[in-house]
Every structure is written in C-alpha cells, then in structure tokens.
C-alpha cells in the first residue's frame, strides 16, 4: 500500500485565490512527522510546513497551513493569496521513526504539479 | 546563513569514472542522508548518516559509497558509475533521526553518465 498518497496530478488556481492540495498517508506508528515541499521548476527541494503527529493545533506558516485530520489520516496543504511564484510541483512527506522505516527516511507521494494563472 | 551546500550542481561525466558530490552543513546536524529523484520513482534513499562515523544503506545503495568523518560534511562517492545513475541527487540533514526533525535539502545535483 501507498503510504503517501497525493490523488491529485495537476492543480490551477486564479492567482490571489485560495487552492488545498490533498495528500493522505497509512501508518502504524503513534510517532510521525507530515511534510509539505516544494520544488519549482529550477528543482531544489524547499521546505514550507510541518505538522507532527501529537500536535493538536494545525501548522502555519505565513501563507502555507496544514489541515491536519488524524483520524482520517489527511494532511492537506492549503495555501492562500496564491502568487504567480507558487507554480511549482507540491510534494507530501511523512517520516517515522527508525524503527518504522530504514533510516527514518522521508517518503514521499508523488507530487501535485501547481499552476497559478494570472 | 543555515543551509545545506552540494557540489557541483551539475555535472556531466562518462561511464566508470569515478566522482564525489559533496555535501556540507552548517547547522550541527546529527542527522544526514542521500536521495535520488527520477522520474516515475519519485524520491528513495541512497544512503544515511545517524552520526559521525555511523552509516548505512537506503533502498537503494548499490554503485554508491558514503563517508562520514566529520560532522558537516557527508560526500557521496559513485566508484564506477554507470548511465542508470544519471539522476538528481539530494543531500538532506535533519537534527536528529527523530520523526519530528525536518530534514533540510540541498540545492540538488543534476548528474548525467554517458
């Protein structure tokens, strides 16, 4: 089983709109973070949310929040005001611990491809 | 400025030639580690760091050597490569191996074997 799962290819949104890209994930463990990058089209790997298992409030972070519903296992990135600058490929992580995964690695889903028109 | 360096940031070499893509931090990172993007496989781990010293493999290691000597820096060593290992390759590092630590990405590497 997938255990990041992004259903989403492809997203447009109207620049200054609001746009939520979906990502639910499968685990066992009680421990685990959920991670939010972005990779445009010059491709480095930029970090923008991070929500951990045992946080109760959903993570801000200026324009970027994450809607986190654990019974549901879903951590869906939400970005508002979007900007032209937002064009990029959106991915999900989540990381367990050691024990979970070799080498507390991130897995990732396979991204959502975001476009902002104008 | 904290960030995690990688060099080069693209490189172009011929089959068995040996090369190193370094990867240096300077947030006194405990934790680090080497992943591959290609399309139609996403991201996988190559190889990890928990420590100075302490390394292991990924999923998928083979035609790679790590090192671990000193806390910042964690090169990545292709002995022998071969044109399946062109790719883009990502340092990380993280605080800890904790769940909870974000791992940092470097700027990328964009290596073609031909």
């Known amino acids: 089983a997938q255990k990041i799962t992004q259903t989403q290819p492809g997203m447009f949104v109207q620049e200054k709109e609001a746009v939520t890209l979906d990502c639910t994930y499968d685990?066992?463990?009680?421990?685990?973070?959920l991670f939010w990058y972005k990779q445009p089209s010059s491709g480095e790997m930029i970090f923008l949310i991070y929500q951990g298992s045992y946080d109760e409030q959903n993570a801000t972070e200026g324009r970027y929040s994450l809607n986190f519903q654990k019974a549901r296992k879903s951590a869906n990135l939400v970005i508002s005001a979007s900007q032209l600058g937002d064009s990029a490929m959106y991915f999900c992580a989540m990381r367990e611990g050691p024990e979970e995964t070799s080498g507390s690695r991130l897995t990732f889903g396979e991204g959502t491809q975001l476009t902002v028109n104008p | 400025e904290a960030q995690v360096t990688q060099n080069p940031r693209y490189l172009i070499t011929v089959t068995g030639k040996k090369l190193t893509v370094t990867c240096s931090q300077n947030?006194?990172?405990?934790?680090m580690s080497w992943y591959r993007q290609d399309p139609g496989l996403g991201l996988r781990q190559i190889y990890y760091s928990m420590n100075v010293e302490v390394t292991d493999k990924g999923d998928v290691p083979e035609g790679y050597k790590v090192s671990r000597k000193e806390k910042r820096n964690f090169p990545l060593i292709l002995e022998s490569p071969s044109p399946n290992q062109t790719s883009l390759y990502f340092c990380?590092?993280?605080?800890?191996?904790?769940?909870?630590?974000?791992?940092?990405f470097g700027p990328g590497t964009r290596l073609t074997v031909l």
């Open positions: 947030m006194n990172h405990e934790y």
């Open positions: 990380a590092s993280s605080r800890t191996s904790r769940p909870t630590d974000t791992q940092y």
């Open positions: 685990t066992s463990d009680q421990s685990y973070g």
